[in-house]
């Protein structure tokens, strides 16, 4: 009483080819392989870019920790009384400064006189957890220096 309307009424001149049948359907060898390498080329490349920036994002890291050190030195020195700066040298080595162990700061105040004095603030940081000076890892990037006016 019904008719299926779902069944396909395409003259075989109209039917969809594939191109294969029976046991030539699906992909070959060489296909898979082809796909499966390129799979790999990517994912091993976007593995390599997350190595890479991890890398530069604990060296930015260490770099950013560094300038707010040099900075607190240069703040340290514009808070005390100008006179109390003449011939200061203050020396942080690693593990004196609390809460960066592998961090170290030099401050120095140079051409100290009655009028201004040139005052000069370095801090390094050290990779690898070491805390022996003079290692291979050591690195001074950052040093600040500014002129104050006594008042």
Same mark, same amino acid.
């Given at each position: 009483?019904?008719?299926?309307?779902?069944?396909?009424?395409?003259?075989?001149?109209?039917?969809?080819?594939?191109?294969?049948?029976?046991?030539?359907?699906?992909?070959?060898?060489?296909?898979?392989?082809?796909?499966?390498?390129?799979?790999?080329?990517?994912?091993?490349?976007?593995?390599?870019?997350?190595?890479?920036?991890?890398?530069?994002?604990?060296?930015?890291?260490?770099?950013?920790?560094? !300038?707010?050190?040099?900075?607190?030195?240069?703040?340290?020195?514009?808070?005390?009384?100008?006179?109390?700066?003449?011939?200061?040298?203050?020396?942080?080595?690693?593990?004196?400064?609390?809460?960066?162990?592998?961090?170290?700061?030099?401050?120095? !105040?140079?051409?100290?006189?009655?009028?201004?004095?040139?005052?000069?603030?370095?801090?390094?940081?050290?990779?690898?957890?070491?805390?022996?000076?003079?290692?291979?890892?050591?690195?001074?990037?950052?040093?600040?220096?500014?002129?104050?006016?006594?008042?």
């Amino acid at each position: 009483m019904y008719k299926n309307h779902c069944r396909s009424t395409y003259p075989e001149s109209m039917a969809p080819q594939t191109g294969r049948s029976g046991k030539e359907a699906g992909f070959s060898f060489i296909e898979l392989l082809i796909a499966v390498s390129l799979m790999a080329f990517l994912i091993i490349g976007v593995l390599s870019m997350n190595s890479a920036y991890i890398k530069f994002n604990q060296s930015n890291r260490y770099y950013a920790t560094a !300038v707010q050190l040099a900075e607190n030195g240069i703040e340290f020195c514009m808070w005390q009384p100008y006179d109390t700066l003449s011939g200061m040298n203050d020396v942080k080595s690693f593990g004196q400064i609390p809460g960066f162990a592998n961090y170290t700061r030099i401050i120095t !105040v140079e051409n100290w006189t009655a009028t201004s004095c040139t005052i000069r603030s370095r801090a390094a940081w050290r990779t690898g957890g070491s805390t022996n000076a003079g290692g291979l890892n050591d690195h001074w990037p950052i040093e600040i220096t500014v002129v104050r006016a006594s008042l």
